[in-house]
């Protein structure tokens, strides 16, 4: 009996340490907390004026202004066919393409005979984005969007995104970009640019879509997750010959 009071006791002591110290397996982290991470696509355009917001692990953001277009795809073995706007003719216009996917390449080749696009996926090895889907940049894909190319010959390179809903979207590379600093905490994000005071937004992120104020006095604007973007190996595009 005086053994069993002895160990009564011990552990009547060591309960409310054990207690305190113990964090549930299932309970809440802090994964959201970086759940901003990657590229942000405005989903109001003006006139093929579009507006994303890249944001990275430092703590930093890129607020990129492009021309943007959006559209659909069907893809089919290997025959690859997009349907795009047409602004000026008010009509959708269909593109059929022979396409062949390497890995984190994609080559196109229309039917009509122009000279094959090349594409490089931008978040290159990431084990969840299959097949097309995700973001890729082409040094050259001409009637993408609306560009004022400088080189000679002329180019015309484009961030390509294809979503599993088979969307298609483009983006010019950006015409303007504002680097500014963000901190993101307990769903509460700042963003702050030069010359601007801080702009606060409560903040609820789902997978794909959130809605974001960029300035003090300006409205919540809703953005889409640029697909694949938050895989965490970004690379910058390369101009290739």
Known sequence: MCNLKRYMSAFLVILPMTLSTYTPAHGPSNKNEHGILGKWDSKIRSNDSGLTLEFSSDGTVKEN???????RYALKDN???????????????????????DGDNITMKESTGR?????????????????????????????????????????FPAFVEFTKEKKLF???????????????????????????PPAMTKVRITPDQTDMR????????????????????????VNNP
């Not at 983006?171 to 010359?195: A, H, N, W």
């Open 79 to 101: 025959r690859l066919t997009t349907y795009i706007l047409d602004a000026k003719e008010g009509r959708q216009k269909q593109h059929e393409f022979d396409m062949a996917l």
């Open 170 to 196: 483009f983006r010019s590379t950006p015409l303007k970009i504002v680097q500014g600093q963000y901190e993101f905490s307990d769903g509460v994000l700042v963003l702050t640019f030069p010359s601007e």
């Open 214 to 237: 960029i300035t003090t006095k300006g409205p919540e604007i809703p953005f889409r997750r640029v697909t694949g973007s938050d895989c965490g190996a970004q690379v910058k595009p």
């Open 115 to 155: 000279a094959e696009i090349h594409m490089g996926r931008v978040c290159k090895g990431d084990p969840a984005i299959n097949g097309i889907l995700g973001e890729w940049f082409s040094p050259n894909y001409p009637g993408a969007v609306r560009a004022f190319p400088a080189e000679l010959p002329l180019r």
């Open 65 to 71: 202004s492009d021309f943007e277009k959006a559209g």
